[in-house]
């Protein structure tokens, strides 16, 4: 079954940068893109950007485009997402989703990012 | 951006009651309305895509509707396991932006 496996929680200081990656399973990685979402504590969700994973290409939301960096590698079906210069509201779940055209078919359990000095 | 307001925040429900969640979306956008389930310390859930089509597996007790600004989530028939959250997702433009969430509580 299609499986999304997000790294373990992360404890940063404020400056510092934060790689999360996302291994996914059951499926052909290369026919579907990644999303990456934030969801700060007891607050909404927060589109990050995009990316395909058959050619690379990306979108970002203007909020972070200047901070985050979204990779993939086909060799290891991992997804990846790099958030530089951590603030103290940048602490949040941070997801991986499939999209299968528009919609966030399936997610990440989530990995907790907690920026604090 | 595209806001996305949903509405009710919360609802106090009952098993076998009817609910209805709605969002709005700030400018039109035709179908690209996207339903998500959401229980505690969980990862969302795909329920209904394009406004209307149910997600495989999801039961036929969700349902959806509307297009262009209005969109209305429905369970016909609340059942136990559906105490949760439920969000709402625009997916017509980049920032792709979400309702505030409804929280479906006893």
């Known amino acids: 079954q299609v499986q999304l496996v997000q790294s373990g929680s992360e404890v940063k200081k404020p400056g510092a940068s934060v790689k999360v990656s996302c291994k996914a399973s059951?499926?052909?990685?290369?026919?579907?893109?990644f999303n990456w979402v934030r969801q700060a504590p007891g607050q909404g969700f927060e589109w990050m950007g995009w990316?395909?994973?058959?050619?690379?290409?990306?979108a970002y939301s203007q909020k972070f485009e200047d901070r985050v960096t979204l990779t993939t590698d086909t060799s290891t079906t991992t997804a990846y997402m790099e958030l530089r210069n951590l603030r103290s509201d940048d602490t949040a779940t941070y997801f991986c989703?499939?999209?299968?055209?528009?919609?966030?078919?399936?997610w990440g359990q989530g990995t907790l990012v907690t920026v604090s000095s | 951006d595209i806001q996305v307001t949903q509405s009710p925040t919360s609802l106090s429900t009952s098993v076998g009651d009817r609910v209805t969640i709605t969002c709005r979306a700030s400018?039109?956008?035709?179908?690209?309305l996207n339903w998500y389930q959401q229980r505690p310390g969980k990862a969302p859930r795909l329920l209904i895509y394009?406004?209307?089509i149910l997600q495989s597996g999801v039961p036929s007790r969700f349902s959806g509707s509307g297009s262009g600004t209005d969109f209305t989530l429905t369970i016909s028939s609340l059942q136990p396991e559906d105490f949760a959250t439920y969000f709402c997702?625009?997916?017509?433009?980049?920032?792709?932006?979400f309702g505030g969430g409804t929280k479906v509580e006893i």
């Open positions: 400018q039109s956008i035709s179908t690209y």
């Open positions: 059951g499926y052909t990685f290369t026919r579907y893109g």
């Open positions: 997702h625009q997916s017509f433009s980049p920032p792709f932006t």
């Open positions: 989703a499939r999209s299968s055209d528009r919609e966030l078919a399936t």
């Open positions: 394009a406004a209307s």
């Open positions: 990316i395909s994973t058959s050619n690379g290409n990306t």
